[in-house]
């Protein structure tokens, strides 16, 4: 009795804040309902059925793959070398690690708009540097061909400070003794004693970093809110900001839900074979 009344609490929280909410997801996904509407019907699968048939869907799905695939690598590979270099440094740690961290901690809305007047076609700083350098611009935020990658590129200046932070910490639990008989074993090399000591002893701290930039990248809505809209056309839509413009701009709450059912099925399923694939290979 006494461990029931301790975690009650806790259990309230997560019925609370957690399985009721996806419960009723689950029930709204397979109904009609509009949000608003005083009237509801059951109508099983066909919500689900309608989004694997919506063309405008699919592209988000693929968006949302594309976005992660160029988020994740870019930024755990990065944040693991910047942190090299910063943890390899005899000074201004401090401000370095401030400096690239700051992203992380900024309000990413504010940020985001300081990076469209950045990405300005006529009046950015990066079109005009381009241009004083003879490089071809571009609108970055409304061409087909760049909208999303310009997208992937604030998703990785954001996540960059969170990873080398991390990094950082996974350093300086590495025992000096390893090197040292690294050293003593004729590993000479800087890569070498990155390969055979650095990274395996990194393992479960990359692994860490791996699953949480996922779903920080699965996540992204605020940059595409504020910047693209999901355009032009569909070519920076991603599976959150459907869901978003689905329920609460279209009001079909219904075919937002099943939307959110398929996100949170897909993120759960991603999360669970990473830690299956990579625990196998990082603990020890």
């Not at 996806?22 to 059951?42: K, M, N």
């Not at 611009?137 to 997208?151: F, K, V």
């Not at 996540?219 to 056309?233: C, E, M, Y």
Request: glycine fraction near 6%; include cysteine; charge should be neutral.
């Amino acid at each position: 009795m006494a461990a029931w009344i301790l975690a009650g609490p806790a259990v309230f929280l997560l019925l609370g804040l957690f399985f009721l909410p996806v419960i009723s997801v689950l029930l709204i996904a397979l109904t009609d309902w509009q949000f608003g509407a005083r009237s509801i019907s059951f109508v099983g699968l066909a919500n689900f059925r309608e989004v694997f048939a919506d063309d405008g869907f699919r592209a988000s799905l693929l968006n949302t793959v594309i976005y992660v695939l160029i988020v994740v690598p870019a930024t755990v590979v990065m944040g693991f070398f910047i942190a090299l270099l910063i943890e390899s440094g005899k000074s201004c740690r401090a401000f370095y690690r401030a400096i690239h961290f700051l992203p992380f901690m900024a309000t990413l809305t504010a940020m985001a708009i300081a990076w469209e007047a950045l990405l300005h076609p006529t009046i950015g700083l990066v079109n005009q540097t381009l241009a004083a350098i003879g490089v071809p611009t571009s609108n970055w935020l409304r061409d087909e061909n760049t909208a999303l990658a310009a997208l992937a590129v604030i998703g990785i200046w954001q996540n960059l400070g969170y990873a080398m932070v991390l990094f950082l910490a996974g350093l300086k639990s590495i025992p000096q003794d390893l090197y040292d008989a690294a050293d003593a074993d004729g590993v000479d090399l800087w890569f070498d004693r990155v390969r055979t000591v650095t990274l395996p002893m990194l393992g479960p701290v990359s692994m860490f970093i791996v699953i949480v930039v996922t779903l920080r990248a699965l996540n992204s809505f605020d940059a595409v809110k504020v910047l693209t809209q999901g355009g032009p056309g569909h070519a920076s839509e991603v599976l959150l900001y459907t869901l978003y413009r689905e329920s609460f701009e279209y009001l079909r709450t219904g075919y937002g839900a099943a939307v959110a059912v398929v996100f949170l099925s897909m993120v759960v399923a991603l999360t669970l074979v990473q830690t299956r694939v990579m625990d196998r290979k990082v603990h020890y």
